[in-house]
């Protein structure tokens, strides 16, 4: 079998590096991961990625020359933005969209200039003043079209330096996704519901992605994660990292009561780590609870989903990310309850993310790059009318 008849799929999280070969039948050839040392979180771990794929090539006795990345990045960069547009003579939908999403593109590139767009998401738009959910499949010609745009982003300086790396060791990236918009991408599509939320708590930041109507209607991200609880842990109890983690997950399947409650009595955690460090497991507690509450306050409370008309009462929010791990078998009693219909843990497996961008890759396929010309200033100044 040809390196072209595989499908090579690197999730570059910040705790976990896991990386899947995939064959042309979609059957999954190679899978192993690395784990992060959280002892030394500037570490540079491309030897360790270069080293996964080595053994990968061996497995599938095949040289590996490209990569579909999904990466996890505190730096991400939500953008919404609408765009209209009426013309003189009408245009297929199709073609209509098209034009004004090189129009955005061109917006984008104007004045972000440091961003690069990685996902562009388009949902609520209206054509000749009728509302629609999604855009119409149809060659319907139009002579007006409205466009609600989300736009996920990350620095350029990050995004080539990580393109810059793999080209240093022959190796292409075809692809680079956002983790959070694929798995949830997926994970809505496996559930069925028509409205649906994720809630990812990462390494190093946390993302809520709101689902209605199979569209994405808001996305947050706040640069705080499950490192900032095990930071807490070490700091509190002068512990390492790596030791405070080791502690952290000892409560992920603990059945334990989180509440500001005195009164809750212990559970009986028997963790060495715990015991040897002489540590109280009522003030672990706490320091878990208080930034847990920190995490929900600034997703939650400081978000503007609620002047965009949406409604949380009938929507299911699902819990994803190894730091939500913490909320499976226990029970956090926050100081605010949220609207939500149900809250509920999803397992995910190494499997399941790898297979996740894989799909996505596959469902989206590239539409042909048309060249944006480059506008004159009295060009641009007209334009500002012609709207």
């Known amino acids: 079998m040809s390196n072209e008849d595989y499908f090579n799929i690197l999730d570059l999280g910040n705790s976990n590096i896991r990386f899947s070969v995939f064959d042309d039948k979609l059957n999954e050839c190679f899978s192993d991961k690395l784990i992060k040392n959280l002892d030394n979180l500037n570490l540079d771990n491309f030897d360790g990625i270069y080293s996964l794929i080595k053994r990968a090539e061996k497995k599938i006795s095949s040289h590996i020359n490209n990569i579909i990345l999904t990466i996890d990045s505190k730096e991400l960069f939500p953008i919404d933005i609408s765009i209209s547009k009426n013309l003189d003579k009408k245009l297929e939908i199709n073609s209509f969209y098209e034009n004004l ?55 350029k300086i990050l995004v080539n330096n990580l393109k810059k790396d793999f080209i240093n060791k022959n190796l292409k990236v075809i692809k680079i996704y956002c983790n959070s918009l694929v798995k949830a991408i997926s994970y809505s599509k496996k559930l069925n519901r028509q409205k649906i939320s994720f809630l990812e708590i990462g390494t190093k930041r946390t993302t809520l992605i709101i689902y ?48 500001y409650n005195e009164d809750i009595s212990e559970n009986n955690i028997t963790a060495k780590e715990i015991i040897s460090k002489n540590i109280s497991i009522n003030l672990l507690k706490k320091v878990i609870l208080y930034r847990v509450q920190e995490i929900i306050d600034l997703t939650f409370k400081k978000s503007n989903f609620r002047s965009l008309n949406i409604n949380l009462n ?74």
């Not at 054509?127 to 990350?154: A, R």
């Open 101 to 155: 999403t090189l129009e955005l593109i061109n917006i984008i590139n104007s004045n972000y200039s440091n961003l690069e767009i990685i996902h562009i998401i388009s949902n609520n738009c209206i054509i000749d003043n009728q509302f629609h959910h999604q855009l119409p499949n149809n060659k319907n010609k139009v002579g007006n079209l409205k466009v609600d745009y989300k736009l996920i982003c990350y620095p």
């Open 212 to 259: 209605e109507n199979n569209n994405v209607v808001f996305i947050q991200t706040i640069p705080i994660g499950g490192e900032h609880i095990t930071s807490d842990i070490s700091k509190v109890f002068k512990i390492s990292m790596k030791e405070a983690e080791k502690i952290k997950r000892c409560f992920n399947e603990s059945q334990t009561e989180f509440s």
């Open 314 to 387: 009938d929507n299911e929010l699902f819990l994803i990310g190894d730091g939500s791990k913490l909320f499976n078998n226990n029970s956090f009693y926050l100081e605010d309850k949220f609207d939500f219909k149900s809250i509920n843990f999803y397992e995910e497996t190494d499997f399941d993310i790898c297979n996740n961008a894989l799909n996505f890759y596959l469902n989206n396929t590239d539409k042909p790059k048309t060249r944006i010309r480059k506008q004159g200033i009295f060009e641009k100044f007209f334009n500002l009318f012609d709207k």
